[in-house]
């Protein structure tokens, strides 16, 4: 039985169209959320989003497949818009839901926009999921750790999940998959960049054989204040012991290309004066997508006219109202 609501509004309002955003990897994406908020395989140290809510390896409809079907069509019937990429991703893990293979098959009926997958990768060991994928143009799995007990702690996986199973999908996937696949790594400090570990991964990513391999670190606030960044030269290191295909994620300040006012800016800092609000509150609150939500805060921090707390294992963000600030968030991204 599909759930009455999700992420806190009727299925039948529930936004799954977000963007057109900027991406450090994909350039101009125009996201597609297909998983409530906060419904993962995973539970990472490092995400930005916060805690997850449910950790789950049950695959359903999360989220109507007609409804995002719907929503993306009258999306694109508006007009021409500068999309680089259509992209199912979010804040769970897009595969969960098991009518991602029949959503893809139904939006390249609608556009010759190319197809991406951002997932964590942990459940293309099953055969389905893999079958789901295989008419993407892009699939960008991730793989934090090699070593179970490195796994545990970076990923903290549902218990089901064994990362040698995990990798083993990978393997097989790519062997049958005609698109492009790239891989990320984010390293947290002390936790999966030793050199031993930073080894596996190389054999591992030998038997995957992807198209790239890009490292990435904790740039943003994460769920847990044990995660920490490593420095571009550890990055680089990294990098000459995985080799040739391996890519270091730039870091640029960009916000959404379809969000232009500046009211917004002054909504959520409006919002945080009155209280400390974690991603999920100014989600709801101002009826913004999380991701959305979660570009102006990036640029707000930037410009320093919010700050977070990690409490209670969440991170909120409030206002430094003390501060008197020049220009605003978009005028400070595209300077």
Same mark, same amino acid.
């Given at each position: 039985?599909?759930?009455?609501?999700?992420?806190?509004?009727?299925?039948?309002?529930?936004?799954?169209?977000?963007?057109?955003?900027?991406?450090?990897?994909?350039?101009?994406?125009? %996201?597609?959320?297909?998983?409530? /908020?906060? !419904?993962?395989?995973?539970?990472? !140290?490092?995400?930005?989003?916060?805690?997850?809510?449910?950790?789950?390896?049950?695959?359903?409809?999360?989220?109507?497949?007609?409804? #995002?079907?719907?929503?993306?069509?009258?999306?694109?019937?508006?007009?021409? *818009?500068?999309?680089? /990429?259509?992209?199912?991703?979010?804040?769970?893990?897009?595969?969960?839901?098991?009518?991602?293979?029949?959503?893809?098959?139904? #939006?390249?009926? +609608?556009?010759?926009?190319?197809?991406?997958?951002?997932?964590?990768?942990?459940?293309? /060991?099953?055969?389905?999921?893999?079958?789901?994928?295989?008419?993407?143009?892009? #699939?960008?799995?991730?793989?934090?750790?090699?070593?179970?007990?490195?796994?545990?702690?970076? =990923?903290?996986? $549902? $218990?089901? +999940?064994?990362?040698?199973?995990?990798?083993?999908?990978?393997?097989?996937?790519?062997?049958? /998959?005609? %698109?492009?696949?790239?891989?990320?790594?984010?390293?947290?400090?002390?936790?999966?960049?030793?050199?031993?570990?930073?080894?596996?991964?190389?054999?591992?990513?030998?038997?995957?054989?992807?198209?790239? #391999?890009?490292? =990435?670190?904790?740039?943003?606030?994460?769920?847990?204040?044990?995660? $920490?960044?490593?420095?571009?030269?550890?990055?680089? &290191?990294?990098?000459?012991?995985?080799?040739?295909?391996?890519?270091?994620?730039?870091?640029?300040?960009?916000?959404? *290309?379809?969000?232009?006012?500046?009211?917004?800016?002054?909504?959520?800092?409006?919002?945080?004066?009155?209280?400390?609000?974690?991603?999920?509150?100014?989600?709801?609150?101002?009826?913004? *997508?999380?991701?959305?939500?979660?570009?102006?805060?990036? &640029?707000?921090?930037?410009?320093?006219?919010?700050?977070?707390?990690? *409490? %209670?294992?969440?991170?909120?963000?409030?206002?430094?109202?003390?501060?008197?600030?020049?220009? =605003?968030?978009?005028?400070? +991204?595209? %300077?």
């Amino acid at each position: 039985m599909l759930p009455e609501v999700l992420g806190g509004r009727e299925v039948s309002s529930y936004n799954c169209i977000f963007g057109p955003v900027a991406s450090r990897r994909l350039g101009t994406s125009l %996201g597609v959320d297909v998983i409530p /908020y906060k !419904i993962c395989t995973y539970d990472c !140290i490092y995400c930005q989003l916060g805690r997850t809510t449910r950790k789950t390896v049950t695959r359903r409809e999360y989220v109507p497949w007609k409804i #995002v079907l719907n929503q993306l069509e009258s999306f694109l019937s508006e007009g021409n *818009h500068d999309i680089d /990429y259509i992209t199912f991703s979010g804040c769970g893990e897009p595969t969960l839901n098991s009518e991602i293979g029949r959503l893809t098959k139904e #939006v390249k009926k +609608l556009t010759t926009i190319p197809i991406a997958v951002l997932t964590n990768g942990s459940l293309l /060991y099953q055969s389905r999921v893999q079958q789901d994928l295989i008419e993407a143009d892009l #699939v960008l799995p991730s793989l934090d750790a090699v070593t179970p007990s490195v796994f545990r702690v970076i =990923n903290r996986p $549902h $218990h089901s +999940l064994d990362i040698k199973k995990i990798i083993e999908g990978m393997i097989t996937f790519r062997r049958a /998959y005609k %698109g492009r696949m790239w891989l990320e790594i984010l390293f947290s400090r002390g936790v999966n960049d030793d050199q031993d570990e930073v080894e596996r991964m190389k054999e591992a990513i030998k038997d995957i054989k992807p198209d790239k #391999v890009q490292l =990435n670190t904790v740039i943003r606030p994460p769920s847990e204040d044990v995660a $920490h960044a490593l420095s571009v030269d550890q990055l680089k &290191a990294i990098k000459s012991i995985i080799g040739s295909k391996a890519e270091i994620i730039p870091n640029f300040k960009e916000i959404s *290309h379809g969000i232009h006012q500046r009211s917004l800016e002054e909504r959520i800092l409006s919002l945080l004066r009155r209280r400390p609000c974690t991603i999920e509150d100014i989600s709801t609150g101002l009826n913004i *997508h999380p991701t959305i939500a979660l570009k102006y805060l990036n &640029a707000l921090a930037d410009l320093g006219k919010v700050d977070y707390v990690v *409490h %209670g294992k969440q991170v909120y963000y409030k206002s430094r109202s003390s501060i008197q600030w020049k220009g =605003n968030v978009k005028e400070s +991204l595209e %300077g």
